[in-house]
C-alpha cells in the first residue's frame, strides 16, 4: 500500500501529530509532524521499552539527552537504543518538522528480554 508520508498535515498543530503508517507485532513505523518550534513539555522525558531510530524528512530538531544535545536536519537519522532518556528541545521555528520513525521491541537476550 502506498504512503504520502507529507499528505493530509493539518494546517494548525499545537501538539504533536502522529500516524501509524505501519505495525506488525515486532515493528511499529509512525509519520510524526511537529510544529514549528515545539518542544516537550517541561520536565518531560521518553524513556521508552523499544528501540527507536528515527529520521527527520523536514525541518529540523534538537533533541536532548541526558548526555548531552544532538542537532539533526532534514536527511539526518538517529538510533535510540531503549531507556535512553530524550526530549525534543526544540523543532524548526520556521516550518513543521517530518519525522519517520520506526519502534521496534527487543529480540535479543542482549536486550534482556524476548518478545512474547
Known sequence: MKTELFADIPDELRNEFTTVVFESPTTRVERIVSPPGYASPDGFWYDQDEHEWVAVLSGSARLRFDEGVVELEAGDAL???????????QTDAEQVTVWLAVFSKPTSPAYGS???
Open 79 to 89: 538510533d535510540i537504543v531503549p531507556h535512553r532518556r530524550h526530549r525534543v528541545e
Open 114 to 116: 524476548e518478545i512474547p
